[in-house]
C-alpha cells in the first residue's frame, strides 16, 4: 500500500506564496497520475491540480495561472507551488493517486493552509 505524506502548509498573508510536497513511499511513484485536492471548512472537497506520469499537468480555471503541480520522481514527489494565494485559498490541501494499476484511491493527511492578513 502507496503511502502519502503532505507538507508545507502554514500562514501566508494574501499575495504570498507557499509550496507544497507530497512525499509516497514505494517504487512505482513515476508511473502515477497524481492529483491535488483541497476541502475548505463547510465545503466541498475541490481538484485543484493533476500530472500524468508523463508530465501533462490540468488545472481547474479557480488556481490556474496561480498554481503549479509538478513532480520528481527521483525524490517519489510531487509539489504543489501556490502563488498570488488569496483568502478564499485556505483550506486542508491533500495529494491523491486515483485509483489505477489496480490500486483504490490513495490519499495523504493533508496540510493545512490559511491565507489571512
Known amino acids: 500500500q502507496v503511502q502519502l505524506v503532505e507538507s508545507g502548509g502554514g500562514l501566508v498573508q494574501p499575495g504570498g506564496s507557499l509550496r507544497l510536497s507530497c512525499a509516497a513511499s514505494g517504487s512505482s511513484f513515476s508511473r502515477y497520475t497524481m492529483y491535488w485536492y483541497r476541502q475548505a471548512p463547510e465545503k466541498q472537497r475541490e481538484w485543484v491540480a493533476g500530472i500524468t506520469s508523463g508530465g501533462i499537468t490540468d488545472y481547474p480555471d479557480s488556481v490556474k495561472g496561480r498554481f503549479t503541480i509538478s513532480r520528481d520522481n527521483a525524490k517519489n514527489t510531487v509539489y504543489l507551488q501556490m502563488n498570488s494565494l488569496k483568502p478564499e485559498d485556505t483550506a486542508v490541501y491533500s495529494c491523491?493517486?486515483?485509483?489505477?494499476?489496480?490500486?483504490?484511491?490513495?490519499w495523504g493527511q493533508g496540510t493545512e493552509v490559511t491565507v489571512s492578513s
Open positions: 491523491n493517486i486515483p485509483p489505477q494499476y489496480g490500486m483504490d484511491s490513495t
